[in-house]
């Protein structure tokens, strides 16, 4: 399961997304399909799946635009996101990759947005 920060439309805007996008087009592209049904402005936090291929999911965590509450976005979204990933597996083991969803370069708070993951990851775990 790859977990990324995504913006409302699904546009491979950032590094991370333009490389998952090319190496992965079906999973993408599945994606932006998904997200252009969903209302952009009530996006923040929302979690999209992929259809699975093989053990591959692509989830993306809609962060951006940034939203006031960004941190808090980034928890929900990332508890969510291990919600929806312990349904996919059934049990069984997986590996999850990410990275600190919402930030980018030049944010001045880019370490917070780990702390905010770490929160999700206890709440889902309790």
Known sequence: VVIFG?????????NLQKA?????PKHF??????MALADPDEAHGQVFVSHGEGNLWLMAVVCFPRSRDELQVCRRGFTEALRRTEMLVEGDAC??????LGS????PGAHEF?????????EWIS
């Open 6 to 14: 995504s913006n409302a439309v699904g546009a491979a805007s950032g």
């Open 20 to 24: 998952l996008c090319a190496a992965f």
């Open 29 to 34: 592209e599945d994606l932006q399909q998904q």
């Open 95 to 100: 590996h999850v990759l990410t990275h600190a």
């Open 104 to 107: 980018f370069t030049g944010h």
């Open 114 to 122: 780990p702390r905010s993951m770490m929160d999700g990851l206890k």
